[in-house]
């Protein structure tokens, strides 16, 4: 299993309405062994957890959200909030893979470069 460091997923940073689009480049994806990894700050979290409902149930597409409340607070405070989501994405994304992204602000955009 690759790392995200090394490997990393595809990455697209897109609003709710682009929902859509995402479906079926992940279901083109998934066709190709790959999964959608979903991560989202704040309200955005709870798009992407909506998200991850529909690409799975509706799509199905294998995804996962990274919005793990007690796992993002941990990390948080640990390591400091620029990396809540570098671990988690370095820990699960493979070749291939999916990386949605959801934010209003662009603070998200730290994660891409941190290591995503």
């Given at each position: 299993?690759?790392?995200?460091?090394?490997?990393g997923?595809?990455?697209?940073?897109?609003?709710?309405?682009?929902?859509?689009?995402?479906?079926?480049?992940?279901?083109?994806?998934?066709?190709?062994?790959?999964?959608?990894?979903?991560?989202?700050?704040?309200?955005?979290?709870?798009?992407?957890?909506?998200?991850?409902?529909?690409?799975?149930?509706?799509?199905?597409?294998?995804?996962?959200?990274?919005?793990?409340?007690?796992?993002?607070?941990?990390?948080?405070?640990?390591?400091?909030?620029?990396?809540?989501f570098?671990?988690?994405?370095?820990?699960?994304?493979?070749?291939?893979?999916?990386?949605?992204?959801?934010?209003?602000?662009?603070?998200?955009?730290?994660?891409?470069?941190?290591?995503?």
């Amino acid at each position: 299993m690759s790392s995200a460091s090394e490997a990393g997923p595809k990455r697209s940073t897109c609003a709710s309405t682009a929902g859509h689009r995402e479906g079926r480049r992940s279901r083109a994806d998934a066709q190709n062994g790959g999964k959608a990894l979903l991560i989202g700050n704040g309200g955005s979290a709870a798009i992407v957890s909506h998200m991850h409902n529909d690409l799975c149930k509706m799509v199905g597409v294998r995804a996962m959200c990274l919005t793990e409340t007690p796992l993002m607070t941990a990390l948080a405070n640990d390591d400091g909030y620029e990396t809540v989501f570098h671990k988690p994405i370095s820990m699960w994304a493979d070749r291939g893979d999916l990386l949605i992204a959801v934010s209003k602000l662009r603070r998200i955009e730290q994660h891409r470069e941190g290591g995503a």
